[in-house]
Nanobody, 123 residues
Framework: VQLQASGGGLVQTGGSLRLSCAAS????????VAWFRQAPGKEREFVSAINRSGGSTYYADSVKGRFTISRDNAKMTVILQMNGLKPDDTGVYYC?????????????????WGQGTLVTVSS
């Protein structure tokens, strides 16, 4: 499966962005999908994930209550709605998919990665 992330940009503290991950080339409903992010000089970190059906989601503590992940299997899309953005949310956001039914927070469990979209939150 190929993944294309979009929706990043520059926003002020407290603002919102909506990231989209569009998939192609596979049976999208067979994949758990997650978002990771990487800030300059830091390791890639887990942000959120959603299971195959969309019935189960998981968030990093740092984004819980501010971010919402959802998916539309018919449209082969996963959305990450980000509200209440903070400067610490700045980074390149990657969507990734795993041919597994469970949710994982470790990047090594994911098989396919998109190219990333840059989110910059100014203070």
């Amino acid at each position: 499966v190929q993944l294309q992330a979009s929706g990043g940009g520059l926003v002020q503290t407290g603002g919102s962005l909506r990231l989209s991950c569009a998939a192609s080339g596979g049976t999208f409903s067979n994949y758990t999908v997650a978002w990771f992010r990487q800030a300059p000089g830091k390791e890639r970190e887990f942000v959120s994930a959603i299971n195959r059906s969309g019935g189960s989601t998981y968030y990093a503590d740092s984004v819980k209550g501010r971010f919402t992940i959802s998916r539309d299997n018919a449209k082969m899309t996963v959305i990450l709605q980000m509200n209440g953005l903070k400067p610490d949310d700045t980074g390149v956001y990657y969507c990734t998919a795993a041919w597994r039914g469970s949710i994982y927070v470790r990047a090594s469990f994911y098989d396919y990665w998109g190219q990333g979209t840059l989110v910059t939150v100014s203070s």
